[in-house]
Structures are given as structure tokens and as C-alpha cells.
């Protein structure tokens, strides 16, 4: 049975950080390219940051990029993304997504296992 469990969402001031984990099972995960992806209420679900099954790759949307770090544990089927420098605009729903069997891909289209979310709410 395939799971994606996120953790380490919260409520922070601007300014602040968290660092959200997802733990992979059920799948081959060190085949399988990354990503996370948030969605707030009223909007479209967007990709934040991806890594290829190495971690040699990343991409990262414009909005996040200098503040956030996607990474990846492959010894313990882990998925990372630190954030520093939290907005009000960053809160959101974060997910993790896998896409099996993918080297590397920023297409949201690869991806077909999705954890449950985490909240992020960052307040001014």
C-alpha cells in the first residue's frame, strides 16, 4: 500500500521557518522523482519545488526560490523541504507527491502518489 505521510507544518510569524518531512512507503521510492506542492484556499494547487531520484536535479517555482530547499534521504525513504524566510502569502496545504519510475520531471502530470497535506500558516 502506497503512503505519503507529511509532518511539520504550523503556524509561524513572517520571518520564520519550518521544515516539512515526508515519509515514503509502499512504493520503490529511491526510483522515483519528487515533489511538493501546496495549495491555497481559493487557488489552484501549485508546484513548489521538485528532485530528481538522485537529488541531482531541483527546480524550484520563482515565488520560493533563495528561501526554500527541497531534499531527499534515499537510506530512509524521506522527502524534506526546509523554508526559511516564511511569508503570509507561503500559507498553504503542502503536499508531497511522488512520480514512480521517473528519473527527473517537473511536469505536476508525472505525478501519481499524493500524501493527505499538512498546513502551513504564516501570519503577518
Not at 521544515?19 to 494547487?45: D, H, I, N
Not at 526554500?68 to 502569502?89: C, G, H, V, W, Y
Not at 512520480?99 to 501570519?123: K, L, R
Request: proline fraction near 3%; glycine fraction near 10%; charge should be positive.
Amino acid at each position: 500500500q502506497v503512503q505519503l505521510v507529511e509532518s511539520g507544518g504550523g503556524s509561524v510569524q513572517a520571518g520564520g521557518s519550518l521544515r516539512l518531512s515526508c515519509a515514503a512507503s509502499g512504493f520503490t521510492y529511491s526510483r522515483s522523482s519528487m515533489g511538493w506542492f501546496r495549495q491555497a484556499p481559493g487557488k489552484e494547487r501549485e508546484a513548489v519545488a521538485h528532485i530528481s531520484r538522485t537529488g541531482a536535479y531541483t527546480a524550484y517555482v520563482d515565488s520560493v526560490k533563495g528561501r526554500f530547499t527541497i531534499s531527499r534521504d534515499n537510506a530512509k525513504n524521506t522527502l524534506l523541504l526546509q523554508m526559511i524566510s516564511l511569508k503570509p502569502e507561503d500559507t498553504a496545504m503542502y503536499y508531497c507527491a511522488a512520480a514512480p519510475n521517473i528519473v527527473w520531471t517537473q511536469n505536476p502530470n508525472s505525478y501519481e502518489y499524493w500524501g493527505q497535506g499538512t498546513q502551513v500558516t504564516v501570519s503577518s
